[in-house]
């Protein structure tokens, strides 16, 4: 009976968000490591499948930093870096299709549509969605950055009762293809569909102050004080930064969660305690 009632009292905790969310856009992005445990990536699934059948809208975009380097080895497929930045060039590009919008995007697709969602694939240049330009002023080769978004595929998709599932490529208008960092791939992406939150799936526990306390909830402007002082840093200045681009373009909420844990979109937004780290204006 305790256990019962338990069950009961997280159905009710979770009412009022569910009441809150629904009809809202959610774009959620999923780290390469998620792909790497394949019991984690089935929660995520049913997770995102919940969420669309509770009214939210779920939009997907996922990277595959991981599986990409282990695909380029294997084919034996040199991999050239300035500056310390890898250079995405012809050779590469063509197995960054290959993992990210072949293999893991189709992945993604399966393991949502198998506990019986209805998953959309794409990859960022179908229907000019993400028009992108050369980053670093192309020195880069095919690494990219998102200039603008056109929203109407994925709207259309959502309306339909689908869940888009997008791989991080962008086209631009001469028809080039480029390799886009999957985090500002999502908050450009949150941005324009001015979502009620972007969710970005990490393998970290979250944002961290410079002593090592774990941060529930974090003002955007004291993130943008933490990074200039080095509180934040390495690999989490880019999602924190990515965090506050999209809520400076109207995103509601923007979290970062730590992926590893069983169930942990569900954590983060129908509970009151969450999980991982909440940035807000």
Same mark, same amino acid.
Do not use: C
């Given at each position: 009976m305790e256990k019962s009632l338990e069950r009961a009292k997280i159905l009710v905790e979770a009412l009022p968000y569910i009441q809150g969310f629904r009809g809202k856009l959610m774009v959620v992005k999923l780290g390469g490591k998620i792909f790497e445990n394949l019991s984690l990536l089935d929660d995520c699934a049913r997770d995102i499948l919940l969420m669309k059948i509770v009214g939210m809208e779920p939009v997907v975009v996922h990277g595959g930093g991981p599986q990409l380097d282990r695909m380029l080895d294997r084919l034996g497929v040199e991999v050239k870096k300035i500056d310390g930045l890898r250079v @995405?060039? #012809?050779? @590469? /590009? #063509? *197995? *960054? #299709? /290959? *993992? $990210? &919008?072949?293999? $893991? =995007?189709?992945? /993604? +697709? /399966?393991?949502? =549509? $198998? +506990? %019986?969602?209805?998953? +959309? %694939?794409? &990859?960022?240049?179908?229907?000019?969605?993400i028009i992108a330009r050369a980053a670093e002023g192309g020195r880069l080769g095919a690494v990219g950055e998102v200039e603008r978004i056109d929203p109407s595929l994925i709207l259309d998709l959502a309306k339909g009762g689908a869940i888009p599932v997008i791989a991080p490529i962008g086209v631009d208008e001469q028809g080039k293809i480029y390799n886009l960092n999957a985090d500002m791939a999502a908050g450009a992406i949150a941005a324009e569909l001015r979502a009620e939150k972007l969710l970005l799936l990490t393998d970290v526990e979250g944002v961290k102050d410079a002593k090592g306390n774990f941060l529930s909830s974090l003002h955007a402007g004291e993130a943008s004080r933490m990074i200039k002082e080095g509180a934040i840093s390495g690999g989490m200045i880019p999602k924190v930064n990515c965090c506050l681009e999209a809520l400076r373009a109207g995103v509601a909420k923007a979290h970062i969660i730590d992926g590893r844990i069983p169930h942990s979109l569900l954590l983060e937004i129908l509970t009151d305690q969450g999980l991982g780290t909440e940035i807000y204006i």
């Open positions: @995405t060039d #012809e050779r @590469t /590009m #063509e *197995v *960054v #299709e /290959m *993992v $990210l &919008a072949g293999q $893991l =995007n189709r992945e /993604m +697709v /399966m393991r949502i =549509n $198998l +506990v %019986g969602g209805k998953a +959309v %694939g794409l &990859a960022g240049k179908d229907g000019m969605m």
